[in-house]
């Protein structure tokens, strides 16, 4: 089993990735939270009596701006019997933080899993996927819940060749 040092570490890299691809590919600009954070500890919004955990990145882009939350994952979601379709999830706490995050600021949030094995990049808004979530209550997996979403409601990006060998950016729903 992983450290949780080796895990945030294995988060954190693909955070750097996905930081750099919205820069250099999509010519964004991004205030990336995780520098902000202290003692391995997620940044938070805070206010008097409470506080959310933030999304990862903080991007802009033509007067747009949106929150990023990127989850690293290393399989391409994970067959389900009871749904019978392949899944992702993560933290349901964390996902009403950012429902949370999303409600204060006024600015969406937008899920991006980093498949490592497949190298794939799957997006979709907060608002996108809390209308196909399932979640399990139990601790089993996260302490307080967790929540799913079918790997098919994520957009796919990724690169395609073209026949002169360049790179171009395709983007597609589902996966």
């Given at each position: ?58 991007v802009?882009?033509?007067?747009a ?27 349901w ?12 600021t ?5 899920i ?15 608002d ?27 957009v796919?990006?990724g ?17």
């Amino acid at each position: 089993m992983e450290s949780f040092s080796q895990r945030l570490q294995f988060g954190r890299t693909a955070e750097e990735r996905i930081a750099h691809l919205l820069q250099h590919r999509f010519g964004c600009h991004v205030v990336p939270s995780y520098d902000y954070s202290a003692d391995d500890k997620a940044p938070k919004l805070q206010g008097a009596a409470i506080s959310y955990v933030v999304p990862d990145l903080d991007v802009s882009k033509g007067g747009a701006r949106s929150w990023v939350e990127v989850k690293a994952k290393n399989n391409a979601g994970s067959p389900t019997r009871l749904t019978g379709r392949i899944e992702h999830g993560f933290s349901w706490r964390l996902f009403q933080h950012y429902q949370a995050v999303q409600q204060i600021t006024g600015t969406p949030v937008y899920i991006i899993i980093l498949e490592t094995l497949t190298g794939d990049i799957l997006y979709q808004s907060l608002d996108e996927l809390d209308a196909v979530r399932r979640v399990y209550d139990g601790d089993k997996m996260d302490r307080g819940g967790t929540v799913f979403f079918p790997r098919d409601s994520f957009v796919w990006r990724g690169l395609q060749r073209t026949s002169t060998g360049s790179m171009h950016s395709a983007s597609s729903r589902g996966g």
